[in-house]
T-cell receptor, first 116, second 114 residues
């Protein structure tokens, strides 16, 4: 059974700092990996989606990398801002064929606080 | 505006009283899914649907039912709710049959079962 772990569980940084969030998964047979952001009391917003054949994806100040063989992904946030404060979750989709493509397994998230 | 809507947003009920949480999307997405979010356990998938009349179990389907009679709607049914189903529920949709594209989430439904 796929297990997804995110480290650290919480992170507090001063504004302007570059930071890295980590996501690891136990089964490397994945179809893709997605990073989400969740604001308090809100639903999830997709940030980046990396296909299994890709090494990284970038969107603005965000860069996500994927090392499928080692079961790891990192989310890099450059020049952090207070508005980046949220919970960040990663989720993996299995590459096991059939209807299992529809499954999605989440990590427990990293709570990020960026203080002015 | 492209969106996923859920109703109700908040619900307090009692054990055993059947309830339905509705989910609707206006993006003509094939894939829809339900998740529950609990402190310490994170988000877990309940059921998903690849298209009308096609559904499959996620990791925690026990105690839940779903139906997909129309493409836009994917209701979550709790036939006999129990206190351990108290949780925050999210519906999501995605383009493509397997939801392998970006997922769009609804605002959530906070359910309390007494």
């Amino acid at each position: 059974k796929q297990e997804v772990t995110q480290i650290p569980a919480a992170l507090s940084v001063p504004e302007g700092e570059n930071l890295v969030l980590n996501c690891s998964f136990t089964d490397s047979a994945i179809y893709n990996l997605q990073w989400f952001r969740q604001d308090p009391g809100k639903g999830l917003t997709s940030l980046l989606l990396i296909q299994s054949s890709q090494r990284e994806q970038t969107s603005g100040r965000l860069n996500a990398s994927l090392d499928k063989s080692s079961g790891r992904s990192t989310l890099y946030i450059a020049a952090s801002q207070p508005g980046d404060s949220a919970t960040y979750l990663c989720a993996v989709r299995p590459n096991a064929g059939g209807t299992s493509y529809g499954k999605l397994t989440f990590g427990q998230g990293t709570i990020l606080t960026v203080h002015p | 505006e492209a969106q996923v809507t859920q109703n109700p947003r908040y619900l307090i009920t009692v054990t055993g009283k059947k309830l339905t949480v509705t989910c609707s999307q206006n993006m003509n997405h094939e894939y829809m899914s339900w998740y529950r979010q609990d402190p310490g356990l994170g988000l877990r998938q309940i059921y998903y649907s690849m298209n009308v009349e096609v559904t499959d179990k996620g990791d925690v389907p026990e105690g839940y039912k779903v139906s997909r009679k129309e493409k836009r709607n994917f209701p979550l049914i709790l036939e006999s709710p129990s206190p351990n189903q108290t949780s925050l529920y999210f519906c999501a949709s995605s383009r493509g049959q397997w939801g392998t594209d970006t997922q769009y989430f609804g605002p959530g439904t906070r359910l309390t079962v007494l």
